[in-house]
C-alpha cells in the first residue's frame, strides 16, 4: 500500500523567501507529525496534529512557521520569510492514532536548502 | 537540545565483527524505540521497548531496554553490509505523542 509521501523531495530557496512543503499520509491515519533533521543530527520534532487540529506545536522554533491540516488528511508546513539555519531535511510521520506505542510511519523527507 | 545521547557517534567495521550501540539520557521515556534510516529516506522501525530490563530480539539485532527506562542498548551479532544505514534510539515520555530522537549512530560495514 502507499506510504507517507512528500513533496517536493528537494527545494532550493533563496533567504528570505516563503516556502510550503506538503505531506501526504497514510490513508486512514489520524495523527500525523512534522519533524526537522539537521545535516549529521537526529530529527527534531516540530508539530502534532490529530485530526484537523494541533495538538501540540511547542517544536516550532519561531513564528516563520506555521502548519496546516484542514482536512485531516494531507498537510502543509510553511515557512515565511526563510533563513540558511532553517535548511535541513523536513520529515513528515502519520500513525493510526495518537499513542504511546502507535507507530510512526515517515516519509522521504523534503530536502529544504535555503541560499 | 536533544535528550538522548547516543554513543558512538561513527563506527566502521569489517563483516562478520559485533557491535553496540548505546543510547542514554537522564530522563525517564514509557517506551523506547530504535530506527535505521538509509540516504533519502525517512527512518523505519525496527522495534519497540517499554517495559525496563526488557530485551528483544530481531535475527542478529538484539535490543535492550535499561532498568530505569533512561537507557537502551543494540547489539549487532555478524555484522553484514546490508546492515550499513544511521542507526536511531527515539524515546516517548508519558503525556508527550511526539518522539525525542537521539543523535544517531552511523555505521559502516565493510565487506
Known amino acids: 500500500g502507499a506510504g507517507v509521501s512528500q513533496t517536493p523531495s528537494n527545494k532550493v530557496t533563496e533567504k528570505g523567501k516563503y516556502v510550503e512543503l506538503r505531506c501526504d499520509p497514510i490513508s486512514g491515519h489520524t495523527a500525523l507529525y512534522w519533524y526537522r533533521q539537521s545535516l549529521g543530527q537526529g530529527p527534531e520534532f516540530l508539530i502534532y496534529f490529530q485530526g484537523t487540529g494541533a495538538a501540540d506545536d511547542s517544536g516550532l522554533p519561531n513564528d516563520r512557521f506555521f502548519a496546516v491540516r484542514p482536512e485531516g488528511s494531507v498537510s502543509t508546513l510553511k515557512i515565511q520569510r526563510t533563513e540558511r539555519g532553517d535548511s535541513a531535511v523536513y520529515l513528515c510521520?502519520?500513525?493510526?492514532?495518537?499513542?504511546?506505542?502507535?507507530?510512526?510511519?515517515f516519509g522521504p523527507g523534503t530536502r529544504l536548502t535555503v541560499l | 537540545t536533544q535528550l538522548l545521547e547516543q554513543s558512538p557517534q561513527f563506527l566502521s567495521i569489517q563483516e562478520g565483527e559485533n557491535l553496540t550501540v548505546y543510547c542514554n539520557s537522564s530522563?525517564?521515556?514509557?517506551?523506547l524505540q530504535w530506527y535505521r534510516q538509509e540516504p533519502g529516506e525517512g527512518p523505519v522501525l525496527l522495534v519497540t521497548?517499554?517495559?525496563?530490563?526488557e530485551v528483544k530480539k530481531l535475527k542478529r539485532l538484539t535490543f535492550q531496554f535499561g532498568d530505569a527506562r533512561k537507557d537502551s542498548s543494540l547489539h549487532i551479532t555478524a555484522a553484514q553490509p546490508g546492515d550499513t544505514g544511521l542507526y536511531l534510539c527515539?524515546?516517548?515520555?508519558?503525556?508527550?505523542?511526539?518522539?525525542?530522537f537521539g543523535t544517531g549512530t552511523r555505521l559502516t560495514v565493510i565487506p
Open positions: 530522563s525517564v521515556f514509557s517506551s
Open positions: 510521520a502519520s500513525s493510526l492514532n495518537a499513542g504511546a506505542t502507535d507507530t510512526q510511519y
Open positions: 527515539a524515546g516517548e515520555q508519558t503525556g508527550a505523542n511526539n518522539l525525542f
Open positions: 521497548v517499554v517495559t525496563g530490563g
